[in-house]
């Protein structure tokens, strides 16, 4: 048994089962490890590609997902989605293939800082010193991953890879085999005290508070439930954060709103409250700076309590306070199902309800729509039940490789990637992925040709005329981007919308079909 | 006139008058003051689109290129290929907006160690403190990226670029307009002393010796000409660097063969030399290292001497090694005009003969053929005059961004892309950049839809069955990539070609069309 075999079958023993990868020469032995590991591999053709799949799939698996990427730059290539990986506290396991330890210091063209380039985004970084330390490793590697959680990345030098290792001993892949699925659940089981729960259920108690929930309290269906008994039963107002990791919505869960983008609507909102009450979320601060304006959200006069910190179990908080706030008045109001688009040409807001209109009951949505995604968070609260999945680090060109690591940990769950044309440039090789993996995933381009969001920038700070260099640099509409014909070159197929009716028909068509497909929906 | 402005007029006055940009809300005051600036903006779609196309411009134009990205994440996704860059000692000035200094520390979604991603590929990074330090930060890096050469990542934080500024004085401006132009060719200054044009100049004498030339000795036709005086003059045997940033070729110069790609290949080849002399380059060592293999390529017994190191004048030490050796006996050959393809159905001989046979007079061939271009090197040697640009760090995605530049930095020469569709994918985002420009770029696609070099090292590694994981890791072919239909969907008017013939015929058309053009050659 060499290392990189060691290595992988303690990967499978951890539960570590879907590797994405994109492999080079120095990973050859551990591709070759694979066989026989149980660990599946899945191709990406852009380490962005796999990073962002390994985010989306153990959003949804509530196992980490495992990465093989390719020396320094192939790394390097992948870090903007484990950036967002990071940000949203997704468990992910990095393993990097690296020169031979004999062959350092000497100036190949791929010698690089590895783990320089693995530092910014990793909780845990290694570099393995030997063949027989590679077991070890990555069960090392697995605990970080799901303590933290985060990114945890293992640099395998090629020689310890295919060098001579004993087989991972019992007690090695017993601690290997208990860590991963046990620690990403006990990572959320620090739990919030009494006084911060009395604290807590006495301030939602005032007479206009808000529950501003992260996503520790919105991926769970219960927690989402419970928050909805909570507002009931006190009369504040639910927040969603703007940006949660991972959301339950729809069905009878209470309709949630979230926390506006701009740091002035947002703090126009929280305006006027009584108490602004944290649960598993920190406190707002807003994504950019402007002049002028703080970067707190929450105005400097409103008190703020912490009910649970992200990483504390927010799903017992949340029961605890409703225990003490007693009863809701009456039942929860029933579905109020999704809006409906006006009929014509789209609009953002046509494009947002026609998706919320289309998706089934149990989908997983991954939304990059950025500016397109406006209209879709108001349509689909009142939708069928699904798992919401939002950017979480800002770090544009994630949706499409997120939708399809979605879609390999649920393979019977349509998942709809509702996704701004700008970033979806960033990772389109995603679409060859899920066309060779034959993954149930419909993409919905809203092809604004622009870089939306910097226009709306631009017009909030004055600027009428945006000038010779502005203009182009947020143009993507000279020439267009033809998304039927990239999509179809990767072996997706595809069709252009151009009104309401051909959206929700093409909509309907994609859904009910197996496979991957890609609307363009001109908006 | 604030930060932003007095920045980017300093650029300007380096001489650094084009930005590959990809900017987004933090860099919004830098693209505002890239009006009336001077410094041509050109937007990609992918970041590491902007840092290829800054080493390919760079690379041609002989001066530094500038390169705009946004935050931490954008930083990331240019990374692979400002390796390249560094590794090809590129003069790349890469300028990162940042958060506003004030907005720090407080966990905003795209807050990151920039830093941090910055240091493992830059011999300079700094953080400006101020406003009114931006104009001399600026002049700093081109010092910086101009001196090493490399790449110099200055980062801007928001209110540095909004803040109120004094125009950057005289001095300042003085020092930065003197300083990039001057110093791109400084770098290559450092005089060689007399005992090591003596004691190469006895090895090249010697019965067998090789001159092992870089990019410094190869990038400019009087280096290559010398050189092949010399050989003329010593029956010494001329190398090219295996990877070399830049080289002259065709028409007149003499026909330098490459060193080989692995390593045994390479350690035969110089097998037998009674000496190795350097110019220009390290000695060599393999790409990747293998069990049992030394990483040093040079056999133990071969004598080695140092003609010139990278940045030292390789041109004037070969100048003064001619004066030594004496003149060649008889004149130099006359050129030998290029391969011409076999007819029939494509190979990869067949596809390197057909881009050899149709290059005209001055093209800029852009490299990034891996097993693909085997057969270019050959063929193109007795083509018309033309410089060739090569993978320099072995990051892939490089070529069709580098050929972009090149084409920015050289608008009166036809480029072409001799291209691998595994790299291509990595940066295909490219072709767009070129569509919008107008850019005169061919690309050519060997499409043999796998990751062959791959399969060519478990072919080397002894493995005959690469079982059930490896072998879908290196098959690009299922779904197969339709790079007619992905090129069109940017913008670039593309073709498939499957015989010598066709081929021919479609370079033809590409190569006397301006504007990009894409041939499929699937071989």
Redesign the interface.
Known sequence: MNGAESLLRSAAAAGLDVCF?N????E?DL??A??GSGVR?I?G??E?VCTGAADGFARMAGRPALVLLH????L??G??NL??AA?GRTPVVVLVGD??T??RG?????E??VE??A???SCWVRTSAAPEALARDLGDAVDAATTAPGVATLVVP??CA?GEAEPAGEAVRARVAGGAVARTAAALTGRVDDRAIADAAGALRGPAATLLLGADALASPEAVTIAGRVAAATECRLLAET?PARMERGGYLPAIPKLDYFPQDATRTLTGSSALVLAGV?AP?????Y?GVP??IAPPELPVHVLSAPGQDALDALRRVAERVGPPDGAAPPPAGPGEPAPGPLTLASVGAAVAAAQPEGAVVVDEGITASAGYWAASAGAPRHTLLA???????WGPPAATGAAVACPDRPVINLQAD?SA??T??AL?TQ??EGLDVTTVIVANRA?R??EV??AR?G?DDP????A??TD?G?????????A????VPAVQATTSEELLAALGRAVAEPGPHLVEAVA
């Open positions: 990868a492999p080079g020469t120095t050859l591709v070759r694979l066989d591999p191709l053709l852009f962005g020396l320094g730059p192939g390097a290539n870090l903007a950036h967002n940000k020169h031979a004999t062959h000497r100036g190949a063209p791929l690089a800082d320089g380039f530092r910014p985004v090629a020689d295919w940006f920190p601060v807003s994504f950019f700076a002049p970067s707190e950017l979480t680090g800002g770090a544009i060109g700008g440039m960033y389109l090789q060859w066309a060779r870089y969001i910097l920038e631009m700070a600027i000038g010779p260099a502005l182009p640099l993507l000279t020439p267009g981007l033809d998304w039927v014909a990239l179809t070159g990767m072996g």
